[in-house]
Every structure is written in structure tokens, then in C-alpha cells.
């Protein structure tokens, strides 16, 4: 039996040192900086893939592992179909037991339904700020003179190659900037 621990933060500005402390005591961690949205997190997998019989799988908060009711009940099944348990430190879960693995079903189901409502808001939020003006996305390289005048230039022959060069932008920008205007 071999305790494997598991570490994560969303980004890459976020540091591990709060969980890698916690998660001293493991025998081998795995630590990743990606978001939980996120469906490619190669040390996750390389995680499940290394836990084997008897093991338990250490990490020190839910949301650390999983991004969804649906993903954590995936990772449950897998963790269960391979006999591994799992311990989350900070709730003080551990599905050794029938009490631990209600406790996880449920703190599962509470999470899942905080981000949803937090979703909910901040789409709420977004409409609001739409109907007041304020714009989203990212602004756009090039001025409106600009990109009339890029406009211009490709009419006159000019290859998107030489377009990108001269404006310092993509081909898929100069392409937009180019598509943007025929309508």
C-alpha cells in the first residue's frame, strides 16, 4: 500500500506549496499547474494510471481533482474499479469507509452546484455589463485607419504574407481584418 498524492493549482502564477506541504507524507506526488476546465491534464492521468490495488489516492481538497460531479464520479469509478481509495485531507474524507464515501458522493454534488451557481452569475454579470456598453473580447491590433488601409492594399495585390509582415499581425488576423470589411 502506497499513499500517491496528487497536487494542483489553475495556473501557472498559483504556487503548490500549501498542498505540497500537506502532501509531504506521500510517497510519490503528482503535481500539476492547469486549470480543472481543463480536459488535458497529462499528470491526473499519468496519476490514475499509476495507482494501483491497496494504494490511496491523497489530495487535499475535491475541487483539486476534479472539475465536475460527472468528472470526480468518473475518477471515483475508475479508483474503485482498480481498488484504490481516496483521502481528501482538507474535508476530511476518506472513502475507506461507507460514511466516507457518502460524505464524498455528497460534497461532490454541493461543489458541482456551487459552480454552476457561480456560472450563473458571472453570466448574469456579463449581460448586465453588454447592456451598459461595456465591450468584451480582446481589442483589436489595428485602428480603424488601418484597417482600411489594409484593406486597400490587399485590393491593390498585395500577398497576406506581406500584409502579416507589414502589420505585424496573423494570418488569421489579416484574413478577419480582410472578411470584416466585405460585409
Request: charged share 30%; proline share 2%.
Amino acid at each position: 500500500m502506497a499513499l500517491i498524492g496528487y497536487a494542483r493549482v489553475s495556473s501557472v502564477g498559483q504556487s503548490l506549496e500549501i498542498q505540497q506541504d500537506k502532501l509531504k507524507h506521500c510517497d510519490k506526488l503528482f503535481e500539476e499547474k492547469r486549470s480543472g476546465t481543463s480536459d488535458k491534464r497529462p499528470r491526473l492521468k499519468a496519476c490514475l494510471e499509476y495507482v494501483q490495488e491497496g494504494d490511496i489516492l491523497v489530495v487535499t481538497r475535491l475541487d483539486r481533482l476534479a472539475r465536475s460531479t460527472l468528472h470526480l464520479c468518473q475518477i471515483a469509478e475508475e479508483l474503485k474499479r482498480k481498488r484504490v481509495d481516496l483521502q481528501v485531507l482538507d474535508q476530511q474524507i476518506s472513502t475507506t469507509d461507507a460514511t466516507g464515501r457518502l460524505l464524498f458522493n455528497m460534497l461532490g454534488a454541493i461543489a458541482q452546484f456551487e459552480t454552476e451557481i457561480r456560472s450563473e452569475r458571472q453570466m448574469d454579470g456579463i449581460e448586465k455589463a453588454k447592456a451598459r456598453g461595456i465591450p468584451f473580447g480582446r481589442h483589436k491590433t489595428l485602428t480603424p485607419p488601418q484597417i482600411v488601409q489594409l484593406q486597400a492594399t490587399r485590393q491593390q495585390g498585395t500577398t497576406i504574407r506581406s500584409l502579416t509582415k507589414q502589420y505585424g499581425v496573423s494570418k488569421a488576423t489579416v484574413y478577419r481584418y480582410l472578411n470584416d470589411g466585405a460585409k
